[in-house]
């Protein structure tokens, strides 16, 4: 008998996804021989315990019974419990410097770390996550903040409703102004941000049209990587060799910073990737009014990303002279959406996708001990860093 704990989030501020929603546990239990699920009590799950054990689940503290434990966020390190498996987004394969003592720890306490970002299907697209429904928070928040900068419309904070279907029902009868929107990338975020386009019938144009024309209506492109980057010499894109040597292209957002009004951002980033645009590009020229950074890297793709906000208070603006943090909706600011865990906004509809997912690729896997996949992701096997995460070795000391 295999027991999988649901460990409760003990990350500041709290988080209230889960990896496992109770009908996925219930379903589990019927239809998984030889497994047994236990939730761990909290207080701040999207699920109360009371639903999990309406569905069989055995509500306990004790994980030590536990083989293999699911969390969301990174575990505080008091809360780590030596020589178990875990599964979280451990956000280290980047050496996040807030990390470094997690990532020690784990190592200290003989612990096996399979990171959920590291889940990656054989063509590298990542497995399981919650960007779809981060894309669709992150679209809502980004047009509501134009909203409240223009005063043209309004729309309601996300949170405060029950689900995405309820959400949905606010779109209908909104009228968005001759705006244009930019979206950037085409994994999940993306997918998400666009669905909200769709629904609030924001019509989609190609990149020329985009650059050229004016509409009397809401637009918005989609640019992909092709359309993000190209080889300083070769003036080429070839999707395989950008993610291999990203330090040889240049970013070809700037002409759109001429011409857009809000811009969705959804595209991976890390240091050696180009950012979108330079802060020394926001001139009398630079026409962006609203970003929503949804991938949300600190002076990352978007080099005015100050920081996190809250999902209480998730804007703020950034002074076009001086580029410090100011309040948002002044004349002078351009307003960021900078929020880390935005699907917490619509939890129980994306810990339902984010298992379901679990289920269908990971699960029997996991159970049986493992396979490519679940090796890739593996950070730490048994207190060792594994080969592809040897680079992690001086970060980790």
């Not at 008998?1 to 009908?23: C, F, H, S």
């Not at 639903?51 to 575990?75: D, F, P, T």
Request: hydrophobic share 35%; with cysteine.
């Amino acid at each position: 008998m295999i027991i999988i704990g649901l460990i409760k989030e003990g990350k500041t501020p709290a988080d209230n996804r889960v990896a496992l929603t109770p009908p996925q546990c219930k379903w589990i239990h019927q239809n998984v021989p030889n497994i047994k699920i236990i939730a761990q009590s909290s207080s701040i799950r999207c699920f109360v315990d009371e639903e999990y054990q309406r569905a069989g689940v055995e509500i306990s503290e004790n994980m030590e019974q536990c083989h293999i434990l699911l969390g969301i966020k990174e575990v505080p390190i008091n809360m780590l419990i030596p020589n178990k498996t875990y599964l979280f987004f451990s956000h280290t394969r980047k050496q996040q410097p807030h990390n470094k003592q997690l990532l020690k720890t784990i190592l200290e306490k003989n612990i096996t770390l399979i990171d959920y970002e590291c889940l990656e299907h054989e063509d590298g697209q990542r497995i399981i996550g919650f960007g779809f429904f981060a894309g669709v928070v992150g679209a809502h928040n980004g047009i509501m903040a134009y909203g409240n900068r223009t005063g043209l419309f309004s729309l309601p904070r996300v949170y405060k409703n029950k689900d995405y279907r309820s959400l949905i029902n606010h779109y209908f009868g909104i009228k968005l102004p001759n705006i244009k929107i930019a979206v950037t990338g085409s994994g999940r975020v993306a997918h998400g941000v666009i669905e909200v386009m769709n629904l609030m019938g924001v019509h989609e144009v190609e990149p020329d049209d985009f650059l050229e024309k004016k509409f009397t209506y809401p637009v918005y492109v989609q640019l992909k990587g092709g359309e993000l980057y190209t080889h300083k010499e070769s003036k080429t894109y070839k999707r395989e060799h950008f993610h291999n040597n990203p330090q040889e292209y240049r970013s070809r957002f700037l002409p759109y910073t001429r011409c857009t009004d809000i811009l969705m951002n959804g595209v991976y980033w890390d240091k050696n990737i180009p950012r979108l645009f330079e802060k020394t590009d926001i001139d009398e020229r630079f026409a962006i009014k609203t970003i929503s950074d949804i991938t949300d890297d600190e002076g990352g793709s978007v080099p005015i990303n100050l920081g996190d906000q809250t999902i209480e208070n998730p804007i703020y603006g950034v002074d076009r002279k001086s580029l410090e943090k100011i309040e948002p909706y002044l004349q002078n600011s351009i307003d960021v959406v900078a929020v880390g865990n935005l699907p917490n906004e619509l939890p129980r509809d994306a810990s339902k996708y984010f298992g379901e997912q679990l289920i269908k690729y990971i699960l029997s896997d996991l159970i049986q001990g493992g396979s490519n996949i679940i090796d890739r992701a593996t950070i730490v096997k048994q207190g060792k860093l594994t080969n592809k995460f040897a680079y992690l070795e001086n970060y980790a000391k």
